[in-house]
C-alpha cells in the first residue's frame, strides 16, 4: 500500500500541505480496491485512468502554488444514481447498463472545482429500492465484519470509505440511505436539508424526499464534503431561528427513543447533551406509525409514477425485490398520497414552530 487507507480528508489534507503526492494517495487507494473489491463488491466503476491523470495535474497545481483548498487532490467515491460526465450511471438497473453520462451533476461540478477527485461510482440497492443483495452486482460486504450487513442503499459509498477506496463518499437519502450504511460501518452519515445541495443530474428515486449527502470518517470531513457539493459555506450554527456561536437546541422525541443501540452509542449521546453549551427540548410526536407509514407511502407512490412503465414494459431487467416496492406505489389511491403529504406537512409545522 502506497498510503495508510484509515485517514480522515482533514488528516491527508495536511500530509498533501506538508508535500504528499496525490498521484501517492491514489495509487493506494486504487491498489486497495484491486485487492479487495472482489470480496467486497463497493466499486461497480473504477475510473483509473482518468483518476490517476486528475491526482497528476493535482500534484502539479499544488506544488506550484495553486492549492485550492483541503480537498484538492482527494480521491471520493459517488453513488451510481448521480451522473459524472464519461462515466456510467446505473443505479444498479440492468436496463441502464449502457447510459453513459454526457454531463457532470451540478454538486459533483462544485466538489471538483473545489479540487476532489471522483475515483469511481459505487454499489447500491437496485435502483434505490431493492434489497440489500444486488441482482447485477452483488451483495456489498461490510469491510468491518464481512458476515454482516451494509445497511441501505448507499451500501457500496460506505463500504468504499470503511475500506480505504477512498476518503469520503457521496451518496443520497431518501429515507435513511446514508445514515443505515454510515451506523453499520462506524462512519458519519449526513442528510442535508433538502436542497441545499443541487440534485440536477441525479436520478430521482421520490422528487419529494431525494436528498444528496455524504458519507465520511468525520464530522469535520462531513462539513468539508457538503460544503464543497453545495458550492457554499454554511452558516453558523442556530438556534431558535436566530445565529449564535454560544450553543445549539437539539429536539428530543420520547416517542422516537428506546430502539436498542450499543452501550457506547447510548454513552456518547449522553455524553453531548449533557455538554453545557446544549440546550435540549421535547417534542412530542403524536403518531409515529402513522408518520412512519406516510413517509413510505410517499416513497412508493413516486417511485411510481417515475418507473412504473420502464419496469413493467421490460421485467426481465429487474431483479425479485423492486416489482414488490412498485407494486406498493400502485396500489396507493390518489387520497392515500394527498393524505400521506398532509400527515408530513403537519409534523414538519410543528417541528419547526
Known amino acids: 500500500m502506497n498510503s495508510s487507507p484509515c485517514r480522515s480528508i482533514e488528516e491527508m489534507s495536511e500530509k498533501i500541505a506538508a508535500g504528499l503526492s496525490p498521484v501517492e494517495i491514489m495509487e493506494g487507494c486504487l491498489d486497495r480496491i484491486q485487492e479487495l473489491n472482489e470480496h467486497i463488491k463497493a466499486m461497480i466503476f473504477v475510473a483509473e485512468a482518468d483518476a490517476l491523470d486528475a491526482a497528476l495535474q493535482a500534484t502539479r497545481e499544488i506544488r506550484s502554488g495553486h492549492r485550492r483548498g483541503p480537498l484538492h487532490g482527494v480521491p471520493i467515491a459517488v453513488k451510481d444514481v448521480i451522473e459524472v460526465k464519461d462515466s456510467p450511471t446505473t443505479a444498479g438497473y440492468r436496463l441502464f447498463r449502457d447510459h453513459v453520462a454526457t454531463e457532470t451533476a451540478t454538486c459533483i461540478a462544485n466538489l471538483q472545482a473545489a479540487g476532489a477527485i471522483i475515483i469511481g461510482k459505487t454499489n447500491l440497492h437496485e435502483l434505490c429500492v431493492g434489497g440489500h443483495d444486488n441482482p447485477w452486482h452483488g451483495k456489498v460486504a461490510n469491510p468491518l465484519d464481512p458476515d454482516r450487513g451494509t445497511g441501505g442503499t448507499s451500501s457500496g459509498s460506505a463500504a468504499a470509505v470503511a475500506a480505504g477506496f477512498c476518503l469520503a463518499a457521496v451518496g443520497t437519502d431518501s429515507g435513511g440511505s446514508n445514515r443505515s450504511p454510515a451506523a453499520a460501518t462506524g462512519l458519519f452519515g449526513y442528510k442535508p436539508t433538502n436542497d441545499l445541495i443541487a440534485v440536477q443530474g441525479v436520478m430521482s428515486i421520490a422528487p419529494s424526499l431525494d436528498c444528496v449527502g455524504v458519507l465520511a470518517r468525520s464530522v469535520r470531513d462531513v462539513r468539508l464534503m457538503t460544503e464543497a457539493l453545495a458550492g457554499k459555506r454554511l452558516a453558523p450554527s442556530a438556534s431558535g431561528g436566530s445565529k449564535t456561536t454560544t450553543g445549539i437546541t437539539i429536539g428530543i422525541c420520547p416517542e422516537l427513543l428506546g430502539a436498542h443501540v450499543d452501550t457506547s452509542v447510548d454513552i456518547a449521546l449522553a455524553t453531548m447533551l449533557d455538554r453545557p453549551e446544549v ?75
Do not use: W
Not at 427540548?281 to 413516486?302: H, P, Y
Not at 416489482?323 to 419547526?352: C, D, K, T
Open 279 to 353: 440546550r435540549t427540548v421535547e417534542l412530542t410526536f403524536d403518531d409515529r406509525e402513522a408518520f412512519v407509514a406516510a413517509g413510505l407511502t410517499i416513497l412508493q407512490c413516486e417511485f411510481a409514477r417515475i418507473y412504473r412503465n420502464a419496469i413493467e414494459q421490460k421485467p426481465d431487467m429487474v431483479g425479485d425485490a423492486v416489482p414488490s416496492f412498485l407494486q406498493g406505489g400502485i396500489r396507493s389511491h390518489a387520497g392515500a398520497y394527498a393524505s400521506a403529504i398532509e400527515i408530513r406537512n403537519g409534523v414538519r409545522g410543528r417541528f419547526l414552530e
